[in-house]
């Protein structure tokens, strides 16, 4: 507990101090100009995204083998926040290729994947939202996140062979240092957002479950 | 009735028999699919119908189409005969490996929409005026590697959805985005075959992807299956 505001501090000072080496520190890029910027904050959010996936992934996979709800929580929290970080994804993701390629959308494979991976854990959320909340649904979850998280290797091989005439992006190579010097700190910070958001969605989630035990427990006591 | 429990094979078949037995004689699920079928068939023709050239490029994604859509039916009912009386609990309370179950259920539902195929492939090329004659092979191997990745993703899924309210609107949506690839691959595969994309390794590259995700998935499903359900 004592922790937790400590790092709220700490977060929200590395994310003011990202926004500031993103938008003063980074040099303008030649060709794409400030539209660059975007990818400060585009590509770390893909990665605190597919990591949020496969911290979903993982605690579904426990959940089947254990049963126990706190790693449904669990995985609940991991892919909301995951999805957060892809709802960033996907929309400064339009805004940099209309800079960069002309066209809101392409059906690049990486675009393409993440969109679908997108697709697939938003139905794990709806499903956990509108679904009901019995245990049956909880594992109709946690095969959904167990059957998703792997398929977009499928996604990605198949978006890649149709589409196959374009270029991969090269995003790690091509940074000048300094580039690099604002991209690493915004990882930092939003990594440390993507651990709070987690720990503050779990707890949520371990509430509500204590919170329906006592609200059972007194619905017992009073005897019907 | 002997003393030695039966195998799984013979598990398997008895519960594919009792299903396709029991659709044989009641022809429910067949008949709504067929008939959403032939619906399926006219809207597409009305969407896409145009010049023979355009036509040919299309059709590709209308057969497609028409199988996601009368597979998302089919693989919906799987369950509902199972659930009257509650002969699912019956089925999961047996000794029976559940593993086989689940894949005698996989079996009727790429059955089922692989005999709707049979049904939409023909009207529709009648519809759009393509010859698929010459190339009726390869186009009707696509289509059943699609209808068994739809039938390994579709099955478990579905078994999994008779927990879930809005079972039938959360269905498709969880299940459209898990067989993205077989649907790219499919599409891209047949219009390879059609002779309207063409592939720098041809049409081998999108079978082997289709294989690769129905032998993943099958194989994971029956793994899994164990773990899904358990009351």
């Known amino acids: 507990m004592k922790l937790f505001p400590v790092m709220a501090v700490v977060g929200a000072a590395a994310v003011a101090a990202a926004h500031y080496l993103t938008f003063i520190v980074a040099p303008m890029e030649r060709t794409m100009g400030a539209a660059q910027r975007i990818f400060y904050f585009h590509v770390p959010s893909a990665w605190l995204c597919y990591l949020g996936f496969i911290l979903g992934f993982v ?102 062979k149709w589409r196959g005439d374009h270029p991969d992006m090269v995003v790690s190579n091509g940074l000048t240092s300094d580039m690099r010097l604002a991209l690493y700190p915004s990882l930092l910070a939003l990594l440390i957002v993507f651990f709070l958001l987690l720990h503050l969605r779990y707890r949520a989630h371990r509430d509500a479950l204590t919170v329906q035990a006592i609200r059972r427990r007194l619905a017992r006591l009073r005897g019907i | 009735m002997s003393g030695a429990a039966p195998g799984y094979v013979a598990i398997l078949s008895a519960v594919l028999v009792k299903d396709l037995r029991a659709e044989l004689r009641s022809k429910e699920t067949l008949a709504t699919m067929g008939l959403f079928g032939l ?133 498709p949506m969880v299940v459209f985005p898990m067989v993205s690839p077989v649907l790219i691959g499919g599409v891209k595969g047949t219009s390879v075959i059609l002779g309207t994309t063409f592939g720098d390794d041809g049409v081998g590259g999108w079978i082997q992807l289709m294989l690769a995700f129905d032998v993943a998935f099958g194989v994971g499903g029956l793994f899994l299956f164990e773990r899904m359900v358990t009351e």
Request: proline share 5%; charged share 15%; glycine share 8%.
């Open chain 1, 59 to 160: 605690g579904s996979i426990v959940y089947l083998y254990n049963r126990k709800a706190k790693a449904d929580a669990f995985a609940l929290a991991a892919v909301e926040v995951g999805l957060c970080f892809g709802l960033i994804v996907l929309l400064t993701g339009p805004l940099w290729a209309r800079a960069a390629w002309g066209v809101w959308w392409k059906w690049e494979p990486r675009l393409t994947s993440m969109a679908l991976l997108f697709l697939i854990f938003a139905a794990y959320w709806v499903l956990r939202s509108f679904g009901g909340r019995g245990e049956g649904v909880r594992r109709f979850a946690a095969v959904l996140a167990v059957f998703g998280a792997p398929n977009i290797l499928f996604v990605h091989v198949a978006v890649k």
């Open chain 2, 39 to 171: 619906v399926m068939t006219f809207i597409l023709a009305f969407g896409f119908t145009a010049d023979p050239a355009t036509n040919r490029r299309v059709i590709p994604g209308a057969l497609w189409i028409a199988l996601l859509f009368a597979g998302t039916l089919g693989v919906g009912r799987t369950f509902a005969r199972e659930a009257k009386d509650d002969a699912f609990s019956a089925l999961i309370l047996s000794p029976a490996p559940r593993s086989a179950v689940l894949l005698a259920k996989m079996i009727v539902n790429f059955c089922l929409s692989l005999s709707v195929m049979v049904l939409v492939t023909p009207l529709l090329a009648i519809m759009l005026r393509v010859d698929l004659l010459p190339s009726l092979g390869p186009i009707m191997l696509m289509l059943a590697l699609g209808a068994g990745g739809f039938a390994v993703v579709g099955t478990p899924l579905a078994v999994m959805a008779v927990n879930a309210r809005f079972a039938e609107v959360l269905l």
